[in-house]
């Protein structure tokens, strides 16, 4: 009897104490949202993905531009690549004054490269460029204490970069009978880096908030000595990478 009713006490014990944490957890979902002001901290993670552009782009069309690869004893295909960006990382943010934040971005940006050889054959994807990089800048908002805001955030900051010149031309052309490649294409470096971002966020309760938007990226690509890998293919343009610059 003594034992039922310890069992029972315990029970309802247990009962209202989960009750009671629940409440104490989820009292802030009945909050309506906050929305930016001065002394929030915003923390967060993103993921991007765009197009690259620009003088190292460039200089892989111009290396492999009239190049071919056998793809088997009848198919010869030439060799285009085409490249996607991607940066995914984490991101937080501090508001000492009301529509103004100070923002730090921890980011992890890659550049993949890959054949356009079409939907009936063997495509590659390898990495042309691969960094660790972190941002700081300060974040301009339209808004204050509203469910929606507008924010522009110019940003600057270091990147730990890994580089590999034609890196699919560099895997699977050495296979290819009197092409191959010679040369180094590795390049390890680190460099200033700058950008911008556009971000439109809608805040909800409980602190949750989505921002969608675009961002511009300047990767300084800083090799430190010219490449000395070569297109060995004759009718090739530029059979020297980057036609020998470091930067």
């Not at 993103?46 to 071919?68: T, V």
């Not at 054949?115 to 300060?138: A, H, I, M």
């Not at 009978?177 to 966020?201: D, K, P, Q, V, W």
Request: charged share 20%.
């Amino acid at each position: 009897m003594t034992r039922s009713l310890f069992k029972t006490a315990f029970a309802v014990l247990l009962v209202l104490t989960a009750t009671a944490t629940y409440a104490a957890d989820f009292d802030e979902l009945d909050k309506p949202p906050e929305g930016a002001h001065k002394g929030q901290m915003l923390l967060g993670a993103f993921f991007s993905i765009g197009l690259p552009f620009g003088n190292c782009i460039d200089a892989e069309h111009s290396f492999l531009e009239n190049s071919y690869h056998r793809l088997n004893d009848e198919t010869v295909k030439a060799f285009e690549v085409s490249h996607l960006f991607f940066g995914i990382g984490l991101t937080f943010e501090y508001m000492p004054f009301d529509y103004v934040g100070a923002k730090f971005k921890f980011k992890r940006n890659s550049v993949v490269q890959k054949t356009n050889f079409g939907p009936d054959y063997q495509n590659w994807r390898e990495y042309l460029y691969k960094d660790l990089s972190f941002y700081l800048g300060p974040s301009f908002h339209v808004t204050t204490r509203k469910r929606w805001d507008f924010t522009f955030t110019p940003m600057i900051g270091y990147a730990i970069a890994t580089y590999h010149a034609a890196p699919v031309a560099w895997k699977i052309l050495v296979d290819d009978a009197g092409i191959g490649m010679s040369g180094e294409n590795n390049r390890s470096f680190s460099a200033l880096t700058y950008g911008a971002e556009l971000n439109c966020t809608i805040y909800f309760s409980g602190g949750l908030f989505v921002s969608l938007g675009c961002d511009w990226t300047r990767l300084n690509c800083a090799f430190g000595k010219p490449f000395d890998i070569t297109n060995p293919q004759p009718q090739s343009s530029s059979n020297v990478y980057f036609d020998g610059a470091t930067s």
